[in-house]
């Protein structure tokens, strides 16, 4: 019931990530923008068992395409496989780490926060630099990918701090039963 409830309730706020993050202010000096829906996507993926996380990453790779969708000259520039390859591969790391270490951490989820951040920002960029032609890294790139990637580090543990105290964790052991996760499909017969 417990992962049911925090399944949904992550759902519901993918959307509203995307919304949110559009309309934060932009960081100074550089006009960075503020990415929340890598860190909820952190959270789901450590926080929920194996496969519901699946299909969260399913639906956070949905949105996420969605938002980015770009067409030049007829061509889809940032498409939906991608995403869909990033988060899947991204989920089975972090469940990984949630079942190597028996439950979700706060420490995790910051850092695994900023890692997804950072990978995805230079995916999207090095998937445009060759669908474009070229490869112009400077320091300007290299500071567009970590500013918002800090910021998801420093955002993470306070998102982690108002989910965990709304829904307990879905990963708890149920009285007889081991931690759902890569053993545990986390289903109930």
Not at 93 to 108: C, K, N, P, V
Not at 139 to 149: D, G, K
């Amino acid at each position: 019931m417990r992962t049911t409830l925090l399944f949904l309730i992550l759902l519901v706020l993918l959307p509203i990530s995307i919304v949110v993050q559009d309309q934060l202010p932009p960081i100074p000096p550089m006009q960075e923008r503020i990415f929340l829906l890598p860190i909820l996507f952190c959270f789901g993926a450590l926080a929920l068992p194996l496969i519901p996380a699946l299909f969260f990453a399913l639906a956070t790779a949905l949105v996420q395409g969605l938002a980015l969708l770009q067409i030049q000259s007829g061509q889809i520039e940032l498409g939906l496989v991608g995403p869909i390859v990033f988060f899947l591969g991204w989920t089975v790391i972090l469940q990984m780490l949630s079942e190597a270490t028996h439950g979700m951490r706060w420490e995790f989820h910051a850092f695994g926060s900023f890692l997804v951040t950072f990978t995805l920002l230079a995916g999207e960029f090095l998937i445009l630099c060759v669908k474009r032609g070229g490869f112009p890294v400077d320091e300007m790139v290299l500071f567009r990918m970590a500013v918002p990637s800090a910021a998801a580090l420093l955002i993470a543990p306070l998102l982690y701090l108002l989910l965990s105290s709304l829904v307990p964790y879905a990963t708890e052991p149920v009285p007889g039963q081991g931690r759902p996760g890569f053993g545990n499909s986390g289903l109930e017969l």
